[in-house]
């Protein structure tokens, strides 16, 4: 009979706490190397959809002249006798981005606004509150963290919102929002007899659609439309007149004014803090000149060239940026 010795049998092997350790501290290591190339990787994909909405906004406002011979304007709702003048002509409180619906291949919710009622109104099927509260995802960048639908509470809804319908704003109810704004000058609402029209592609005082023939600088060389994250802006949603910015101070102003998200304060509604434009892309915000081109715009790009650059027809800076 053949007997198997105790020197016969295989040592048993495994490993030890020490190797063990070492392997979980070696997939620490390759983790943390490849974790920032994951994330740069994922918001280069966010940046490019992100460059790639505003195109399709750029390519929109050029359908939208091609079709009615100028670009959107809403009704005048500010005359130009003074700042802040309410002109009594009925209004819905809708904004040029639902005036491009059709152009960036949303005809059917076009198609169900009713111009001849407020905003806020709530009747039929398909009201224009329901709307508003629908979000479009060709107005949102990915890079923006903050969501698609506004955030309840006062510090992140203005109560003028659907102005100027503002009695019967709904605050509770969370709309759609937009990221991309156009710009109205270097403040809001300046009176006719100090700054003359139109002072920038989305200027909303009382005066005539602006047309190609118009951009007397160049369709390259102004700023139709840039970023600004819905959090950081008193009036969110993509539906109303009053979405749109400023350029009193330089891209990402209200990145360092507010510091981070849900840092604003229910008193932090700014005209001079929160109107300016502003992205979660590093360094700048991306902009759409009125050729449709996308370009990124630093944040440390000097005040004076980048309010040349929104104004259509003061002649600065020539020759546009380059960046």
Known sequence: ????????RSPRRGFTLV????VIAI??????LLLPAVQQAREAARRMQCVNN??????????????????????HWFNGSAAGSHSSEPYSGFGWRVMILP???????????????PITDTTGVVSNFDIVQTPVSAYVCPSDP??????????????SWCNPHNGSCQQGVPVGVSTYRGYVGAAY???????????????????????????VDGTSNVIALGEIAPEFHAWPAWATWANDMISGNTPNYPMRFYGKIGARTATQHGWTDGMHAGSFHPGGINVVSVDGSV???????????YRGLVHPQDGLPVGGYTP
């Open 295 to 305: 370009k990124f715009i630093p944040e440390t790009i000097d005040l004076t060239i």
């Open 146 to 159: 903050t969501g698609n639908v506004s955030k309840i509470g006062a510090q992140y809804l203005w109560t």
């Open 19 to 22: 190797e063990l350790l070492v």
């Open 103 to 117: 152009f960036i291949e949303q005809g059917s919710l076009y198609d169900q606004v009713n111009w001849n009622l």
């Open 54 to 75: 505003m195109k399709q906004l750029g390519l929109a406002l050029h359908n939208y002249h091609d079709t009615f011979g100028s670009f959107p304007k809403v009704p």
């Open 27 to 32: 997939i620490g290591v390759l983790v943390a």
């Open 189 to 215: 609402d300046a009176s006719l007899t100090s700054v003359s029209y139109p002072s920038a592609m989305f200027d909303r005082r009382r005066g005539s659609a602006l047309r190609m023939r118009d951009m």
């Open 1 to 8: 009979m053949y007997v198997i010795h105790e020197s016969n």
